[in-house]
């Protein structure tokens, strides 16, 4: 039983992936229809989705529109900023690969789920210790209007210093 629930994540982003999938070609597909009846050629087909494909990272930095060089938080040291800055560009790139690269080495998996849930990231709140962690709210709006959810969403981001003195991310809440 705990073995499907760690696959769990992963079946739901396989199902997420394949419905964006079927999506963006399904859309296609609909050019293709136009196009031919114009031009009756194929290659237009993958004209449109190379073109989908540039356009693409234009709209994805849209999605994070935190103005990192303006966090004046006396909590918040450059090198976290770091970390989230990562830890935010492969979420918005839904990079899991990039995602776990920016997290601890211990955190493993147990966060791939918030891929299942899009966000424009807007801003920083105030950061907070506890203990020895660093707590760093990221706040944003959701993309999909879930039912009975606000648009607003706030990430907090763990950080503490490794054996090392590097910071890490330990945990997403």
Same mark, same amino acid.
Request: net charge negative; proline share 5%; aromatic share 8%.
């Given at each position: ?55 693409? &990272? ?5 999605? $994070? ?5 303006? *966090? =004046?938080?006396?909590? !918040?040291?450059? #090198? /976290? ?23 601890? &080495? ?5 966060? $791939? ?5 899009? *966000? =424009?990231?807007?801003? !920083?709140?105030? #950061? /907070? ?38 910071? =890490?991310?330990?945990? !997403?809440?």
């Amino acid at each position: 039983m705990g073995e499907s629930n760690m696959n769990r994540p992963a079946q739901i982003i396989s199902i997420l992936i394949f419905s964006v999938s079927v999506s963006v070609f399904a859309g296609c597909g609909k050019q293709e229809t136009t196009d031919t009846s114009t031009n009756g050629t194929i290659p237009t087909t993958s004209e449109t989705v190379v073109k989908e494909e540039t356009d693409q &990272p234009a709209a994805l930095q849209n999605l $994070d529109e935190i103005k990192w060089n303006d *966090v =004046k938080d006396p909590l !918040i040291e450059d #090198a /976290m900023i770091a970390k989230l800055k990562a830890a935010i560009a492969a979420f918005v790139s839904k990079d899991l690969d990039q995602f776990h690269a920016a997290l601890g &080495p211990d955190v493993g998996t147990g966060h $791939d789920y918030l891929f299942d849930h899009p *966000v =424009k990231f807007t801003g !920083i709140a105030e #950061a /907070m210790k506890e203990n020895n962690r660093i707590l760093i709210p990221i706040v944003g709006e959701r993309l999909k209007n879930e039912e009975g959810y606000s648009p607003d969403i706030r990430y907090t981001f763990y950080l503490e210093k490794d054996k090392d003195g590097a910071w =890490k991310i330990v945990s !997403i809440d």
